[in-house]
């Protein structure tokens, strides 16, 4: 499978602990975003990464909030000490520079 | 404000029947992209189309076709006979290039259609 895949799928934990997500983009797609859902809603906008590099956080992206892109690959999305208001669907996209959109499957994190 | 406005909340419509989704956007740029997605019950986004905003012609894709016009800022996408696995909730998104945000998409509140038999 070539596509944008990402992990876990599902993740439900406690208030309070830490998660990790990753992301591993279509090879060679230097570009890469995070966004979150949550019920009812379109997609948001967190972060976006050009290569290794983060270039913009939405106000979003509380300080409970960190992303990274080692080496420009595959991208990990952790939050700290989870809020109830965490619980959402984290997708991944990427593109190889242009406007193209080709999104993973999603971590959908419910916190109890 | 929102730039990607999708009046329709949700549309049920019986099997066979034409059903339009309506997309209105905000952007003051002249170069930009617009987006439609499906997103059914598993919760992927599966792409259905890009326009960029220097494209008006309509496209036409099997049962589904696009009116891209600027002169309204609308882009509205048909289904044409829907059937019952065109039953998804569906986005239009809006693209401004940014060297910051590079080509960030910016989501409507998406339409949930329903086609029942």
């Known amino acids: 499978d070539t596509g944008v895949s990402q992990d876990p799928r599902h993740k439900i934990t406690k208030r309070g602990q830490n998660v990790t997500f990753r992301c591993d983009p279509i090879s060679e797609h230097n570009r890469l975003y995070w966004y979150r859902q949550t019920l009812g809603q379109g997609p948001e906008f967190l972060t976006y990464?050009?290569?290794?590099?983060?270039?913009?956080k939405s106000r979003l992206l509380s300080d409970r909030f960190s992303a990274e892109r080692p080496k420009g690959s595959f991208s990990t999305l952790e939050i700290q000490r989870t809020e109830q208001g965490d619980s959402a669907m984290y997708l991944c996209a990427s593109s190889p520079g242009g406007a193209s959109g080709f999104f993973g499957p999603g971590t959908r994190l419910t916190v109890l | 404000a929102q730039k990607v406005t999708q009046a329709q909340t949700e549309i049920s419509v019986v099997e066979k029947e034409d059903v339009t989704l309506d997309c209105v956007y905000e952007t003051r740029d002249t170069t930009y992209y617009l987006f439609w997605y499906k997103q059914p019950p598993s919760g992927e986004l599966v792409f259905l189309i890009r326009?960029?905003?220097?494209?008006?012609q309509n496209e036409i894709s099997g049962r589904y076709s696009w009116n891209f016009q600027k002169s309204t800022s609308s882009f509205n996408f048909t289904i044409t006979a829907s059937q019952v696995v065109d039953s998804a909730v569906y986005f239009c998104?809006?693209?401004?290039?940014?060297?910051?945000?590079?080509?960030?998409?910016?989501f409507g509140k998406g339409t949930s259609l329903l086609v029942t038999p």
């Open positions: 990464f050009q290569n290794e590099a983060q270039l913009e």
């Open positions: 998104a809006l693209s401004e290039p940014s060297p910051n945000s590079g080509y960030a998409l910016n």
């Open positions: 326009r960029n905003s220097f494209d008006e």
